[in-house]
């Protein structure tokens, strides 16, 4: 296991245009996250998932937005309608289930055009 | 509300000394500490961690003390290295599910 893997790294995409992000996490851990970094910014936390039950979700994470963890191994990030202002690094991060030093990806850096 | 923030967005260090990197937090709820290190292009990475129940916790060329009365705490980068330039964060878990990072503070090492 080479860690977590988060596909594609880098995406460019019109406004309007719905995108989807892939995250497949270390394959015993259990918790998996999405956070979002802006230039300049700490990562925010958007959304959880512990096993294939999505159980936070940040008020960040607007309806445009969706994530799915169907069999509770990797995770897609989809939004819908892009604006702008999703210009961002999206970053996925795995843990097991007693431990807060998560696993980061090296992210999917979107913009939008 | 929750903060936490960092003194300095970035510090400079000559090849060799030691780093200090400051973080300040607001909540006195809060009872466990993360520093992440980020390099460019790369997502954080884990570098150590603290509970309220220490002062002080060390790793590798790394310490972390934590002042629970000032809401401060600090990592401590022994003789610096050019592979430490890096962005680094703390971070507070907030409740079980997510955690509140701050700014950040960029540190360039000076060769």
């Known amino acids: 296991d080479t860690g977590v893997s988060q596909d594609p790294r880098h995406k460019i995409t019109k406004r309007g245009q719905n995108v989807t992000f892939r995250c497949d996490p270390i394959?015993?851990?259990?918790?998996l996250y999405w956070y979002r970094q802006t230039l300049g910014q700490g990562p925010e936390f958007l959304t959880y998932?512990?096993?294939?039950?999505?159980?936070?979700k940040s008020r960040l994470l607007s309806d445009r937005f969706s994530a799915e963890r169907p069999k509770g191994s990797f995770s897609t990030l989809e939004i819908q309608r892009t604006e702008q202002g999703d210009s961002a690094m999206y970053l996925c991060a795995s843990s097991s289930a007693s431990n807060y030093g998560y696993t980061f990806g090296s992210g999917t850096r979107l913009t939008v055009v | 509300g929750e903060s936490v923030g960092l003194h300095l967005p970035t510090l400079s260090v000559q090849e060799g000394d030691n780093s200090i990197i400051n973080c300040a937090y607001s909540?006195?709820?809060?009872?466990?500490f993360i520093w992440y290190k980020q390099e460019s292009g790369k997502g954080p990475q884990f570098i150590i961690d603290?509970?309220?129940?220490?002062d002080k916790r060390q790793g590798q060329r790394v310490t972390v003390l934590l002042n629970k009365t000032v809401k401060h705490l600090s990592l401590q980068i022994a003789a610096t290295q050019p592979g430490d330039s890096a962005v680094y964060f703390c971070?507070?878990?907030?409740?079980?599910?997510?955690?509140?990072f701050g700014t950040g503070t960029r540190l360039t090492v000076i060769p």
């Open positions: 998932f512990q096993n294939e039950a999505q159980l936070e």
């Open positions: 394959s015993e851990h259990n918790r």
């Open positions: 909540n006195s709820a809060s009872d466990y």
């Open positions: 971070a507070d878990p907030l409740g079980a599910n997510n955690l509140f």
């Open positions: 603290i509970r309220s129940n220490m």
